[in-house]
């Protein structure tokens, strides 16, 4: 069985001017993956991420404990699914027919607990409506992307390999559910649990493909313990 480590980027910078940036404490999430990678023996042949500068500081801070070098390839399927894009495009339309979310928008600047409930309704409507009159992303386009990335990335490396690649909660959301056979209006009950450098490991023979284990976040739970600090964040 050749293994797929799913890795969710480290925290990013809420509310900056920039949010794709890792924050300080984005940074130390992605080298205590490295830390874990190292620790428990795991050995990467390949690692693939998004061309988002959040993904891709995560993948390089987490190969720096690797003994070995290991080539890095971006591919732009692999990034989060566009929030900013779709908020803008969707929760005006949403907002119509759901009070609750028109007064959240309307409040001003929401906290990021808020911005986690405009998140899941715009996300929901996206997965479950035809959105193509917008000129956003489409959910098929979408998804059929990550799931034609994950298929070659099998492909290329081949039997026995391990490989990890480094995204965001959507996509992995996105991926999972795919595996699983789960439909697209049941993707977000995947996508909002997801911590920061959570690991996700799927295993693969040919073209079939399993899950292993979701959203393991233990190693930093460890790691917060012993360093003295809280390593363990959604968003």
Request: proline share 2%; net charge negative.
């Amino acid at each position: 069985m050749a293994t797929i480590y799913l890795i969710r980027h480290g925290q990013a910078s809420f509310g900056s001017a920039n949010y794709d940036q890792l924050s300080e404490l984005g940074q130390r999430q992605a080298d205590a993956t490295a830390e874990y990678l190292a620790s428990v023996g795991i050995e990467l042949d390949a690692a693939y991420s998004g061309d988002l500068s959040r993904q891709r500081e995560t993948c390089e801070r987490a190969l720096a404990g690797q003994v070995d070098g290991v080539p890095h390839h971006i591919d732009a399927r692999f990034n989060e699914v566009n929030n900013d894009e779709q908020v803008a495009a969707l929760a005006p339309v949403i907002m119509e027919s759901n009070p609750a979310l028109a007064e959240l928008i309307s409040g001003g600047k929401p906290s990021s607990k808020d911005y986690q409930k405009i998140i899941e309704a715009v996300f929901t409507h996206w997965v479950t409506q035809d959105c193509s009159q917008y000129g956003i992303q489409t959910w098929e386009d979408y998804s059929s992307k990550a799931h034609s990335a994950l298929r070659e990335v099998m492909k290329q490396q081949g039997s026995g390999k391990s490989v990890g690649i480094f995204t965001s909660g959507g996509t992995i959301a996105t991926l999972v559910a795919h595996v699983l056979g789960v439909s697209g209006e049941k993707v977000y009950r995947f996508y909002e649990p997801i911590f920061n450098c959570s690991v996700t490991q799927l295993f693969y023979s040919g073209d079939n493909v399993s899950l292993s284990y979701f959203n393991d976040r233990s190693f930093l739970q460890m790691l917060s313990l012993e360093k003295g600090e809280n390593l363990v964040t959604y968003r």
